[in-house]
Protein backbone atom coordinates (compact mmCIF):
# COMPACT_ATOMS: atom_id res chain seq x y z
CA UNK A 1 0.00 0.00 0.00
CA UNK A 2 2.52 2.74 0.91
CA UNK A 3 4.39 1.87 -2.75
CA UNK A 4 1.59 2.69 -4.54
CA UNK A 5 0.74 5.97 -2.78
CA UNK A 6 4.85 6.49 -3.42
CA UNK A 7 3.53 5.73 -7.40
CA UNK A 8 0.77 7.87 -7.49
CA UNK A 9 2.88 10.60 -5.69
CA UNK A 10 5.57 10.44 -7.99
CA UNK A 11 3.66 10.13 -11.15
CA UNK A 12 2.11 13.71 -9.64
CA UNK A 13 5.24 15.08 -9.24
CA UNK A 14 6.20 14.47 -12.81
CA UNK A 15 3.10 15.58 -14.34
CA UNK A 16 3.32 19.03 -12.10
CA UNK A 17 6.86 19.19 -13.63
CA UNK A 18 6.17 18.92 -17.09
CA UNK A 19 3.09 21.81 -16.42
CA UNK A 20 5.71 23.71 -14.82
CA UNK A 21 7.62 23.44 -17.81
CA UNK A 22 5.37 24.23 -20.35
CA UNK A 23 4.24 27.21 -18.05
CA UNK A 24 8.14 28.42 -18.22
CA UNK A 25 8.40 27.75 -21.82
CA UNK A 26 4.74 29.57 -23.00
CA UNK A 27 6.25 32.51 -20.49
CA UNK A 28 9.70 32.85 -22.28
CA UNK A 29 7.82 32.66 -26.03
CA UNK A 30 5.50 35.41 -25.28
CA UNK A 31 8.34 37.44 -23.22
CA UNK A 32 10.61 37.22 -26.48
CA UNK A 33 7.48 37.73 -29.03
CA UNK A 34 6.84 40.90 -27.26
CA UNK A 35 3.13 39.59 -26.85
CA UNK A 36 1.34 39.34 -23.51
CA UNK A 37 -1.46 37.42 -22.22
CA UNK A 38 -2.96 39.97 -20.26
CA UNK A 39 -2.47 43.35 -22.40
CA UNK A 40 -5.70 45.01 -23.02
CA UNK A 41 -6.11 45.47 -27.03
CA UNK A 42 -8.31 47.23 -28.93
CA UNK A 43 -9.38 46.44 -32.47
CA UNK A 44 -8.98 48.41 -35.90
CA UNK A 45 -10.04 48.03 -39.37
CA UNK A 46 -8.57 48.26 -43.01
CA UNK A 47 -9.66 47.61 -46.21
CA UNK A 48 -7.78 46.22 -49.00
CA UNK A 49 -8.48 45.07 -53.12
CA UNK A 50 -6.07 42.02 -52.33
CA UNK A 51 -4.95 40.02 -49.01
CA UNK A 52 -1.39 39.77 -51.22
CA UNK A 53 -0.32 37.03 -48.79
CA UNK A 54 -0.95 38.33 -45.23
CA UNK A 55 -2.15 35.59 -43.05
CA UNK A 56 -3.94 35.67 -39.75
CA UNK A 57 -1.25 36.77 -36.67
CA UNK A 58 1.23 38.78 -39.06
CA UNK A 59 2.85 41.51 -37.51
CA UNK A 60 0.84 44.66 -37.38
CA UNK A 61 3.38 47.78 -36.27
CA UNK A 62 3.10 51.29 -35.40
CA UNK A 63 5.92 53.47 -37.02
CA UNK A 64 8.17 50.34 -36.86
CA UNK A 65 7.41 49.14 -33.98
CA UNK A 66 5.63 45.82 -33.07
CA UNK A 67 2.43 47.21 -31.93
CA UNK A 68 -0.04 43.78 -32.45
CA UNK A 69 -1.44 41.37 -34.68
CA UNK A 70 -3.74 40.70 -37.24
CA UNK A 71 -6.75 39.07 -36.11
CA UNK A 72 -8.69 38.39 -38.94
CA UNK A 73 -8.70 38.38 -42.96
CA UNK A 74 -12.29 38.18 -44.66
CA UNK A 75 -14.21 39.02 -47.66
CA UNK A 76 -15.91 41.90 -47.04
CA UNK A 77 -19.70 42.63 -47.96
CA UNK A 78 -18.60 45.89 -50.10
CA UNK A 79 -19.25 46.18 -54.01
CA UNK A 80 -15.73 48.39 -53.86
CA UNK A 81 -13.53 46.67 -55.81
CA UNK A 82 -10.61 48.44 -53.73
CA UNK A 83 -12.66 46.88 -50.73
CA UNK A 84 -12.98 43.52 -51.09
CA UNK A 85 -10.91 42.45 -48.38
CA UNK A 86 -11.48 43.19 -44.42
CA UNK A 87 -8.61 42.73 -42.38
CA UNK A 88 -8.68 42.79 -38.32
CA UNK A 89 -6.13 43.86 -36.04
CA UNK A 90 -5.53 43.81 -32.58
CA UNK A 91 -3.40 47.01 -31.74
CA UNK A 92 -2.12 47.58 -28.09
CA UNK A 93 -4.43 49.62 -26.24
CA UNK A 94 -1.26 51.66 -25.11
CA UNK A 95 -1.32 52.99 -28.72
CA UNK A 96 -4.92 54.12 -28.45
CA UNK A 97 -3.75 57.58 -29.02
CA UNK A 98 -1.13 57.29 -31.32
CA UNK A 99 -3.77 56.09 -34.19
CA UNK A 100 -5.31 59.06 -35.44
CA UNK A 101 -7.26 59.59 -38.57
CA UNK A 102 -4.59 60.84 -40.76
CA UNK A 103 -2.59 57.89 -40.22
CA UNK A 104 -2.59 55.14 -43.01
CA UNK A 105 -1.74 51.69 -43.23
CA UNK A 106 1.01 50.02 -45.29
CA UNK A 107 1.17 46.44 -46.40
CA UNK A 108 5.09 45.71 -45.93
CA UNK A 109 7.10 42.57 -46.49
CA UNK A 110 10.40 41.66 -44.67
CA UNK A 111 12.99 41.79 -47.51
CA UNK A 112 11.88 40.99 -51.17
CA UNK A 113 9.94 37.63 -50.32
CA UNK A 114 9.61 37.70 -46.59
CA UNK A 115 7.16 38.19 -44.29
CA UNK A 116 4.34 40.04 -44.87
CA UNK A 117 2.84 42.77 -42.34
CA UNK A 118 1.17 46.09 -41.76
CA UNK A 119 2.83 48.91 -41.07
CA UNK A 120 0.77 51.99 -39.28
CA UNK A 121 2.18 55.40 -39.58
CA UNK A 122 1.84 57.99 -36.37
CA UNK A 123 -0.59 60.36 -36.48
CA UNK A 124 -0.22 63.88 -35.97
CA UNK A 125 -2.53 65.95 -32.94
CA UNK A 126 -4.62 67.83 -35.22
CA UNK A 127 -6.54 64.59 -36.35
CA UNK A 128 -9.27 62.58 -33.79
CA UNK A 129 -7.50 59.29 -32.42
CA UNK A 130 -9.11 56.26 -34.05
CA UNK A 131 -11.62 54.98 -31.88
CA UNK A 132 -12.04 51.14 -31.11
CA UNK A 133 -13.51 49.48 -34.36
CA UNK A 134 -12.17 52.53 -35.94
CA UNK A 135 -11.02 52.23 -40.19
CA UNK A 136 -7.16 53.30 -40.76
CA UNK A 137 -6.87 54.16 -44.85
CA UNK A 138 -4.99 51.17 -46.54
CA UNK A 139 -2.45 53.38 -49.18
CA UNK A 140 -1.54 51.33 -52.28
CA UNK A 141 1.93 50.42 -52.89
CA UNK A 142 3.70 48.55 -55.79
CA UNK A 143 3.20 44.71 -55.74
CA UNK A 144 6.28 42.66 -55.31
CA UNK A 145 5.24 41.02 -59.26
CA UNK A 146 5.16 44.40 -60.89
CA UNK A 147 8.84 45.45 -59.14
CA UNK A 148 9.36 42.18 -60.68
CA UNK A 149 8.01 43.60 -64.20
CA UNK A 150 9.69 46.44 -64.27
CA UNK A 151 13.15 45.62 -62.96
CA UNK A 152 12.70 42.89 -65.83
CA UNK A 153 12.28 45.29 -68.26
CA UNK A 154 15.12 47.39 -67.11
CA UNK A 155 17.48 44.39 -67.32
CA UNK A 156 16.17 43.74 -70.94
CA UNK A 157 17.36 46.77 -71.52
CA UNK A 158 20.58 46.76 -70.03
CA UNK A 159 20.96 43.38 -72.20
CA UNK A 160 20.62 45.49 -75.48
CA UNK A 161 22.96 48.45 -73.98
CA UNK A 162 25.85 46.19 -72.86
CA UNK A 163 25.06 43.82 -76.55
CA UNK A 164 25.37 47.25 -78.33
CA UNK A 165 28.47 48.20 -76.33
CA UNK A 166 30.23 45.11 -77.13
CA UNK A 167 29.37 45.56 -80.46
CA UNK A 168 31.21 48.70 -80.79
CA UNK A 169 33.99 47.29 -78.75
CA UNK A 170 34.75 44.48 -80.91
CA UNK A 171 34.60 46.92 -84.11
CA UNK A 172 37.18 48.87 -82.02
CA UNK A 173 39.67 45.92 -81.43
CA UNK A 174 39.46 45.05 -85.16
CA UNK A 175 40.84 48.65 -85.98
CA UNK A 176 37.09 49.83 -87.54
CA UNK A 177 35.72 52.74 -87.53
CA UNK A 178 37.62 56.18 -86.74
CA UNK A 179 38.50 55.18 -82.61
CA UNK A 180 39.20 51.49 -84.10
CA UNK A 181 41.53 53.70 -86.48
CA UNK A 182 43.00 55.77 -83.61
CA UNK A 183 44.17 52.76 -81.52
CA UNK A 184 45.36 50.71 -84.01
CA UNK A 185 46.40 52.23 -87.13
CA UNK A 186 50.04 52.21 -87.13
CA UNK A 187 50.64 55.08 -89.42
CA UNK A 188 48.65 57.33 -87.30
CA UNK A 189 51.13 56.04 -84.21
CA UNK A 190 54.13 56.79 -87.02
CA UNK A 191 52.70 60.43 -87.44
CA UNK A 192 52.42 61.32 -83.68
CA UNK A 193 55.93 59.84 -83.06
CA UNK A 194 57.05 62.64 -85.59
CA UNK A 195 54.52 65.29 -84.71
CA UNK A 196 56.04 64.77 -81.06
CA UNK A 197 59.40 64.75 -82.19
CA UNK A 198 59.44 67.62 -84.21
CA UNK A 199 57.51 69.43 -81.26
CA UNK A 200 60.42 68.39 -79.16
CA UNK A 201 62.96 70.06 -81.57
CA UNK A 202 61.20 72.92 -81.51
CA UNK A 203 61.47 73.26 -78.23
CA UNK A 204 65.16 72.79 -78.17
CA UNK A 205 65.30 75.80 -80.43
CA UNK A 206 63.11 77.77 -78.37
CA UNK A 207 65.14 77.50 -75.68
CA UNK A 208 68.50 77.75 -77.24
CA UNK A 209 67.44 81.00 -78.57
CA UNK A 210 67.12 79.93 -81.49
CA UNK A 211 64.21 81.73 -84.38
CA UNK A 212 61.52 84.07 -83.69
CA UNK A 213 59.65 82.23 -80.45
CA UNK A 214 63.95 81.74 -79.08
CA UNK A 215 64.26 85.08 -79.20
CA UNK A 216 61.05 86.17 -77.75
CA UNK A 217 61.86 83.95 -75.01
CA UNK A 218 65.30 84.36 -74.15
CA UNK A 219 66.10 87.51 -75.05
CA UNK A 220 66.62 89.98 -72.38
CA UNK A 221 66.52 93.20 -74.42
CA UNK A 222 63.02 92.21 -75.31
CA UNK A 223 62.57 91.97 -71.49
CA UNK A 224 63.76 94.83 -70.82
CA UNK A 225 61.47 96.96 -73.63
CA UNK A 226 58.64 95.06 -72.54
CA UNK A 227 58.97 95.82 -69.05
CA UNK A 228 59.57 99.81 -69.93
CA UNK A 229 56.48 99.84 -71.89
CA UNK A 230 54.72 98.75 -68.93
CA UNK A 231 55.94 100.88 -66.85
CA UNK A 232 54.93 103.53 -69.05
CA UNK A 233 51.29 102.36 -69.45
CA UNK A 234 51.27 102.26 -65.88
CA UNK A 235 52.33 105.69 -65.58
CA UNK A 236 49.66 106.45 -67.94
CA UNK A 237 47.09 104.93 -65.63
CA UNK A 238 48.57 106.69 -62.35
CA UNK A 239 48.67 110.44 -64.40
CA UNK A 240 44.51 108.95 -65.43
CA UNK A 241 44.10 108.18 -61.35
CA UNK A 242 45.50 111.87 -60.53
CA UNK A 243 43.20 113.59 -63.14
CA UNK A 244 46.08 114.30 -65.02
CA UNK A 245 45.76 114.83 -68.91
CA UNK A 246 42.64 114.82 -71.42
CA UNK A 247 41.44 110.99 -70.06
CA UNK A 248 41.96 111.73 -66.69
CA UNK A 249 39.60 115.40 -66.90
CA UNK A 250 37.36 113.30 -68.87
CA UNK A 251 37.34 110.25 -67.24
CA UNK A 252 36.66 112.26 -62.88
CA UNK A 253 35.63 115.65 -64.00
CA UNK A 254 32.58 116.06 -62.60
CA UNK A 255 31.73 119.42 -64.34
CA UNK A 256 32.41 117.31 -67.99
CA UNK A 257 29.90 114.86 -66.09
CA UNK A 258 27.01 117.08 -65.03
CA UNK A 259 27.54 119.72 -68.82
CA UNK A 260 26.90 115.96 -70.53
CA UNK A 261 23.91 115.10 -68.17
CA UNK A 262 22.51 118.68 -69.28
CA UNK A 263 23.02 117.48 -72.92
CA UNK A 264 21.47 114.72 -72.08
CA UNK A 265 18.79 116.36 -70.61
CA UNK A 266 18.53 118.84 -72.97
CA UNK A 267 18.27 116.15 -75.84
CA UNK A 268 15.30 114.52 -74.08
CA UNK A 269 13.50 117.43 -73.96
CA UNK A 270 14.28 118.53 -77.48
CA UNK A 271 12.88 114.81 -78.56
CA UNK A 272 9.91 115.20 -76.30
CA UNK A 273 8.94 118.69 -77.50
CA UNK A 274 9.37 116.78 -81.62
CA UNK A 275 6.60 114.43 -79.92
CA UNK A 276 4.48 116.55 -79.09
CA UNK A 277 4.63 118.42 -82.41
CA UNK A 278 6.53 121.70 -80.95
CA UNK A 279 8.71 123.58 -82.58
CA UNK A 280 9.57 123.57 -86.22
CA UNK A 281 10.81 119.94 -86.22
CA UNK A 282 7.71 118.73 -84.53
CA UNK A 283 5.26 120.34 -87.02
CA UNK A 284 7.68 119.20 -89.76
CA UNK A 285 7.47 115.78 -88.00
CA UNK A 286 3.65 115.65 -86.65
CA UNK A 287 1.90 118.28 -89.06
CA UNK A 288 0.13 116.17 -91.93
CA UNK A 289 -0.04 119.12 -94.18
CA UNK A 290 3.38 119.82 -94.12
CA UNK A 291 4.23 116.37 -94.87
CA UNK A 292 1.53 116.50 -97.40
CA UNK A 293 3.04 119.67 -99.60
CA UNK A 294 6.53 118.05 -99.08
CA UNK A 295 5.36 115.22 -100.69
CA UNK A 296 3.84 117.29 -103.63
CA UNK A 297 7.19 119.52 -103.90
CA UNK A 298 9.04 115.86 -104.09
CA UNK A 299 6.97 115.09 -106.63
CA UNK A 300 7.02 118.00 -109.04
CA UNK A 301 10.81 117.84 -108.68
CA UNK A 302 10.66 114.09 -110.08
CA UNK A 303 8.36 115.45 -113.15
CA UNK A 304 10.59 118.37 -113.33
CA UNK A 305 13.78 116.20 -113.41
CA UNK A 306 12.01 113.52 -115.71
CA UNK A 307 11.38 116.28 -118.16
CA UNK A 308 14.81 117.65 -117.86
CA UNK A 309 15.95 114.33 -119.30
CA UNK A 310 13.83 113.98 -121.63
CA UNK A 311 14.82 117.58 -123.01
CA UNK A 312 11.95 119.06 -122.72
CA UNK A 313 11.70 123.00 -122.06
CA UNK A 314 14.50 125.44 -122.32
CA UNK A 315 16.02 124.15 -119.18
CA UNK A 316 15.77 120.38 -121.36
CA UNK A 317 17.26 122.00 -123.80
CA UNK A 318 20.20 123.61 -122.56
CA UNK A 319 20.96 120.19 -121.03
CA UNK A 320 20.29 118.22 -124.26
CA UNK A 321 20.70 119.68 -126.69
CA UNK A 322 24.00 118.82 -128.81
CA UNK A 323 24.12 121.73 -131.36
CA UNK A 324 23.74 124.22 -128.31
CA UNK A 325 26.56 122.68 -127.05
CA UNK A 326 28.74 122.96 -130.21
CA UNK A 327 27.58 126.73 -130.19
CA UNK A 328 28.88 127.09 -127.17
CA UNK A 329 32.10 125.26 -127.82
CA UNK A 330 32.83 126.94 -130.91
CA UNK A 331 32.11 130.59 -128.97
CA UNK A 332 34.96 129.44 -126.10
CA UNK A 333 37.18 129.36 -128.41
CA UNK A 334 36.89 131.77 -130.94
CA UNK A 335 36.37 134.07 -127.40
CA UNK A 336 40.28 132.29 -126.17
CA UNK A 337 41.36 133.51 -129.81
CA UNK A 338 40.55 136.58 -129.51
CA UNK A 339 42.06 137.14 -125.93
CA UNK A 340 45.44 135.21 -126.76
CA UNK A 341 45.29 138.21 -130.26
CA UNK A 342 44.51 140.73 -128.28
CA UNK A 343 47.71 140.26 -125.75
CA UNK A 344 49.71 139.82 -128.77
CA UNK A 345 49.06 143.26 -130.48
CA UNK A 346 46.73 145.71 -128.48
CA UNK A 347 47.61 148.37 -130.65
CA UNK A 348 45.44 147.05 -133.23
CA UNK A 349 42.21 147.22 -131.16
CA UNK A 350 42.76 150.17 -128.97
CA UNK A 351 43.82 152.73 -131.81
CA UNK A 352 41.29 155.68 -131.57
CA UNK A 353 40.89 158.23 -134.50
CA UNK A 354 40.02 162.09 -133.99
CA UNK A 355 38.61 163.10 -136.59
CA UNK A 356 37.67 167.71 -136.71
CA UNK A 357 34.91 168.78 -138.26
Do not use: C
Not at 235 to 260: F, M, Q, T
Request: charged share 25%; no cysteine.
Amino acid sequence: MPQSKQLRWSKLRVGLLVLVSLIIFMVAVVLISGEGFLERKYTLRTYMDDAGGLRMGDPVRLAGINAGNVEEIRISGSHDPKRAIEVVMRVRRKYLGEVRANSVALLQSEGLLGQRFIDITRGTPPAPALPPGGEVKLKETPEISEVVATSADVMVKLNRIAARVDNVMARVESGKGSLGKIIYDESLYQKANRSVDEVQRLVAHAAAGRGSLGKLLTSEELYDNLNSTLRKADGIVEDVRREKGSLGKILYDPGLYNRADQLLANANSVVEGVEKGHGSLGRFVKDEALYNRANTAIANLDRISERLEKGQGSAGRLLNDPALYNNVNTFTQELRTLVADFRQNPKKFLTINFKLF
